[in-house]
């Protein structure tokens, strides 16, 4: 099926009666490339949910360990989310963790990092009492994560890096979204798993909107073998 735009290899077939079941009761649908795909957020929410653990343990990895944070430390005295410090955190994390990211069982290479984001941040906004919900269907498309928290929206786009003007183009479509939910800014995550990644952080103000901008590296290199 197809969990978040992610594929597990169940082609759409009518006469299978599982798969009948789930498209009457309105759980799935056939994608575009004729493969299951989940048709409410809400369901792809809790099938995610369900199947966890997605991190293969790397979640007790989430602070380095000279640090005593906690994910409280994320909110402000007024009870905000500081997105900047979350995601800059998180990016650490992947680059703490190392080649073992690639380990999560059945995970697509080229999805784990957004697997692994949205396992941290479903985390996080448990614990402060918010939610999380993901794809949530605008006029103008789907958003992956937005975060409710406070009486306050957070919205997060994640891509996988194809080249740069995807890259450029994704922050336009990032800031039409924050237009439509009333939003005045936003944050990009986008994976990189070249071989030899241009890891970026960057924040601009694109449309009047504040735009922050990170391109992650997925693939780390394998720890040397040593005799």
Request: one cysteine or more.
């Amino acid at each position: 099926m197809r969990i978040a735009s992610y594929e597990t290899g169940v082609r759409f077939n009518p006469h299978d009666e599982i798969i009948s079941e789930l498209a009457t009761y309105g759980v799935i649908t056939k994608g575009s490339d004729r493969m299951c795909e989940i048709l409410n957020p809400i369901y792809q929410q809790h099938i995610m949910q369900a199947f966890k653990p997605l991190v293969n343990g790397l979640e007790h990895e989430y602070f380095s360990e000279d640090t005593h944070q906690d994910f409280v430390d994320y909110l402000t005295s007024a009870g905000q989310i500081k997105m900047d410090s979350l995601l800059d955190n998180f990016r650490d994390f992947i680059a703490r963790a190392g080649f073992r990211i690639l380990l999560v069982p059945d995970t697509p290479k080229e999805f784990v990092g957004q697997y692994l984001l949205y396992a941290y941040l479903d985390q996080f906004v448990q614990l402060i009492q918010g939610h999380v919900y993901l794809e949530g269907q605008t006029g103008r498309g789907k958003i992956d994560l937005a975060i409710f928290h406070n009486s306050k929206k957070y919205i997060v786009e994640t891509k996988i890096w194809e080249g740069p003007r995807s890259y450029q183009s994704g922050k336009k479509q990032l800031a039409a979204y924050l237009k439509l939910e009333g939003a005045s800014e936003g944050y990009y995550v986008v994976f990189d798993h070249r071989a030899e990644p241009e890891p970026r952080v960057e924040t601009e103000t694109i449309d009047g909107l504040t735009i922050r901008s990170y391109v992650i590296p997925v693939v780390q290199e394998a720890p040397s073998q040593q005799a």
